[in-house]
């Protein structure tokens, strides 16, 4: 596989810039562009003895032509803007619809270029019905042009992965996939109708070379090892390449002083047409694939059979369980989730110790012995402040060999697994905590926030354009309950990457559980008439552990919700680019509850360690190398509003939302949020 090396090539004019003492800050390098393109302008008009308007329309004239054979690319643009613009308010969402109904009007009615348009693609059809005497020549070359680059785009891009490829996408991820290979033969076709002297001919090679250079640098494609080897880094050979393009339009511009453009050829001209009818057919057929998408993310995911665990609506006022002698341990195992898992997740929930088991850990002030080694981790020798006697987030504990831990067998049905790690907020003693707005306003008494540990998170799809992967040690996800002074449920708050969704109470679905020896125990039936039906059942996704309130796999994830970007922007095609998130909706997987329910505060161990449960979190994807993006995953508290302001987060948060099923509003407004 190819490697991305570390980009070198510096921005040596900025670092002149601020030697000599100019804010960096400032656009320096656009002012300087600027003026050079009014003396150039200056210069130029002096030289062909026109007035500066004259020269910058001639300037213009090449550029413009390039762009408008590249204009039906546009069209698969404006498709996709449609959809990715919906969360942006519908001023865009119209105006996107405008643009399309533009650019359909100038290639239908459009005068200039606009009617050399038509008339190629009147040609083409013609000579492709065999109604006039065009030589086969003119047709086999631009459709060799096309169907080769296509295959390279194929070959370059998924060769290693075709016969393998897995997709859950379903049809609509396959038409995104032949919408983009048509995309690039469009391309590539509107770029070799351009090419009518060997000026064009310059431009269209070197831009074929940037857009394979751009392949090659996402890691779509493979050899940028290659690139790098040979002293092309990315940036400096798109600069190169950039002058190459600028240096021949101007060449254009000076060599048609006067004189019309040249003619291009009939095969050209066929080139032309062929490439805006594959940029119609692929914009046609992304807009059917997003629409699908749209429609089946829209409608949401299936729910369980009714009949599955016997009743399995949740009881509106359980019982609380007398499973040992403190009140808030009894209303941990009360309300204690069951963790719907997919059959093929590898990492399932664990002790902490299970981590802590052969890991070693930095920057916090660890225990050690009589030499000052480092003691073996273990839950009870978790450091528990910084070298300089802070509780920051400075250490780091490391697991390399939590990612071989991999499972040789799946388990079936409800089985004890893992501990939950339990915080109990009330109001009258952690009222900030059940600070803001909710709801249920101050009826709101008490916060069961669940804490569940994984010892890896690997989550992996095969997409339309290379495989992505998105890995690292440890994971922290939470499950939370909110109750009023009766102890009786009002809703369930479910984490999701850094984000998640809150549904009413008697919306979810719940599993009964009993007493039997002492043991809480969560099985598929009642037992008998006794039991209250208080374990909401919480679907995980594979090997991101996102949770979700229902099973099925028709949900993109929302991973902006990490950088504070709107991702649900982009919904339709990430589900139909089968980026998803992938939860057990066959009833093939099983179904875990906690062996251990641990009371936990910020000041016991193991969430009172100072730092990160993992040494990063790694995107691998398509022929990439693998880069480090964040760090691993903080102890809850540290985690911000999750722990500090939870409720202000669920209600009010942009990345938190309501089930819009139901009626109830359960996400504040800007004023009742104070925002």
Not at 599 to 612: K, L, W
Request: some cysteine; charged content about 15%.
């Amino acid at each position: 596989m190819g490697s991305s090396a570390p980009m070198t090539d510096a921005p040596e004019l900025g670092l002149v810039l601020s030697v000599w003492g100019f804010p960096w800050g400032l656009p320096w390098l656009a002012i300087c562009g600027a003026a050079i393109a009014v003396v150039g302008v200056w210069l130029l008009s002096r030289a062909m003895r026109t007035d500066a308007w004259t020269t910058a329309g001639r300037l213009l004239a090449p550029p413009g032509a390039l762009g408008r054979a590249l204009l039906p690319l546009l069209l698969t643009a404006v498709v996709v803007s449609a959809f990715a613009l919906q969360v942006l308010g519908w001023p865009l969402q119209l105006a996107s619809g405008a643009l399309l109904a533009a650019l359909v009007w100038l290639f239908v009615r459009g005068a200039g270029e606009f009617t050399h348009e038509r008339t190629n693609a009147a040609e083409l059809t013609d000579a492709l019905r065999l109604s006039t005497p065009y030589p086969w020549a003119a047709l086999a070359i631009p459709a060799a042009v096309g169907v080769v680059s296509a295959a390279l785009f194929l070959v370059a891009g998924f060769g290693d992965q075709l016969g393998t490829w897995k997709s859950t996408a379903g049809w609509s991820g396959l038409a995104e996939y032949g919408a983009l290979v048509l995309v690039v033969a469009a391309a590539s076709l509107r770029v070799f109708g351009y090419a009518t002297n060997w000026r064009r001919a310059v431009v269209a090679v070197a831009l074929a070379v940037l857009f394979v250079r751009g392949l090659s640098w996402s890691g779509v494609s493979s050899g940028e090892r290659t690139w790098n080897r040979v002293g092309l880094p990315p940036t400096r050979t798109s600069f190169v390449l950039l002058v190459v393009i600028g240096v021949t339009l101007a060449a254009e511009t000076w060599a048609l002083r006067g004189s019309p453009a040249s003619v291009p050829s009939q095969t050209q001209r066929f080139g032309r047409a062929g490439g805006f009818w594959a940029a119609v057919v692929a914009s046609a057929i992304l807009a059917l694939a997003l629409t699908s998408a749209a429609l089946e993310t829209t409608v949401g995911p299936s729910q369980l059979p009714r009949d599955a665990f016997g009743s399995i609506e949740p009881t509106p006022a359980p019982k609380i369980l007398e499973a040992g002698g403190d009140d808030d341990l009894n209303l941990g195992w009360t309300f204690a989730p069951v963790l719907r898992l997919r059959r093929d997740e590898d990492y399932p929930p664990v002790p902490v110790e299970v981590f802590l088991n052969g890991s070693t850990q930095t920057g916090a002030k660890g225990a050690t012995d009589i030499n000052g080694d480092q003691l073996p981790l273990t839950v009870e020798d978790l450091p528990t402040e910084c070298p300089d006697g802070s509780h920051e987030a400075c250490g780091t504990i490391n697991c390399p060999q939590c990612l071989s831990r991999t499972r040789e067998h799946q388990p079936t049905g409800f089985i004890p697994q893992g501990t939950f790690y339990t915080r109990v907020a009330h109001r009258g003693t952690e009222p900030r905590v059940l600070a803001g707005w909710n709801p249920w306003g101050n009826d709101l008494d008490t916060l069961l926030q669940y804490w569940i540990f994984y010892a890896y998170d690997r989550w992996e799809a095969e997409t339309v354009i290379g495989r992505l992967t998105q890995e690292h040690e440890g994971d922290w996800e939470h499950v939370s309950l909110g109750l009023d002074a009766a102890h009786k449920p009002l809703f369930v708050a479910l984490s999701a990457h850094c984000g998640g969704q809150v549904v009413p109470w008697a919306a979810i679905e719940a599993a009964p559980g009993e007493l039997r020896g002492g043991r809480v125990v969560i099985s598929r039936q009642r037992s008998g008439p006794s039991e209250d039906v208080s374990h909401p059942l919480v679907a995980v996704a594979r090997g991101s552990h996102a949770n979700y309130a229902v099973a099925g796999g028709h949900r993109p994830p929302d991973w902006g919700s990490c950088k504070h970007l709107p991702s649900e922007a982009l919904t339709a095609l990430s589900y139909a680019s089968n980026v998803r998130d992938l939860t057990d909706d066959g009833n093939t997987g099983w179904f875990a509850y906690p062996t251990e329910i641990a009371i936990v505060t910020d000041q016991t161990r193991p969430m009172s360690y100072p730092g990160a449960w993992g040494s990063g979190e790694t995107i691998t994807f398509g022929h990439r190398k693998p880069s480090k993006t964040a760090r691993g995953p903080l102890s809850p508290p540290l985690q911000g509003a999750s722990w500090r302001t939870p409720i202000k987060l669920y209600f009010c948060g942009s990345h938190w939302h309501g089930d819009s099923s139901e009626s109830s509003r359960l996400h504040g407004t800007r004023q009742e949020c104070g925002q």
